[in-house]
């Protein structure tokens, strides 16, 4: 049975993560966990409650990602899989794949090692969602113009260019900023960072680095939403193999019973396929 409501995968990661930061922002400043002035997306889930609807959205996020990117590799390995003049495009969605893939396994590294208990992984995971993350748009934004008119307008690989531009400009930005502004930093909690505590003006721009950078995926995932209303997949057959079964093994079970046929039944078929 084919599926068409394929669009519902990227429109729930562009509604989903918005909906997390915002929850999860607005428990820690009411439990006074984090300060409300520019925060890091992880201090609004590092401390409980919040961090475990903040691991348990980003894990459910994290795998709808990956659903959506393998969904978006198909789109293009099915249309270019004929042609032989494609071979960049193919090498192109391929890598992309590959990219995707491990950026979304970044943010489920962020989700289940907080900042306060395992830094160096999550400062890891996090580079790797959001510098992987970057790759991945540029990846996109060039086989969106590769794929137009085929698939997209002329205008949503544009829209998909300056993405990904905006995510290394501020991934960049980010980086250089929230280096400076920790080693200038002498408060005692990084989670309530004053302007008093130093490095100030940098930890601002890398906070709002970090949150530009989260906007940009988003919204690319949010076009990818027209073109996954034209995609659908049949789910997959699964083959159940009876030559290796011994039929000694269902001796006396439910004898003189519709079970009893139901076995005969499926063992003297070759495959058994649902």
Known sequence: MESSYLYFLPLTVFVLFPATFIITYIISVLLRHTEPDFPYISDTGTYSPESCIFSQALNIGAVAIL??????????????????????????????????????????IVANFQETNVFFVHITGALIAFGLGTTYLWVQAMCSYQTHPLVNSLAMAHVRLGLAVVASVFFVIGCVCASIAHTQFDGDNPRKWYPGDGGWGFHVASTVSEWVCAAAFNFFMLTLVDEFKSISMDPPQVYVSVDTLAPTQYSGIGEQDQTTDDVQAILSSHSYIT
């Open 67 to 108: 659903i959506t990117i393998y969904v978006r590799f198909r789109q293009i390995a099915e249309l270019y899989r004929n042609h032989s003049s494609s071979a960049n495009i193919v090498r192109l969605n391929r890598v992309g794949l590959c990219v995707g893939s491990f950026a979304a396994l970044g943010i489920s």
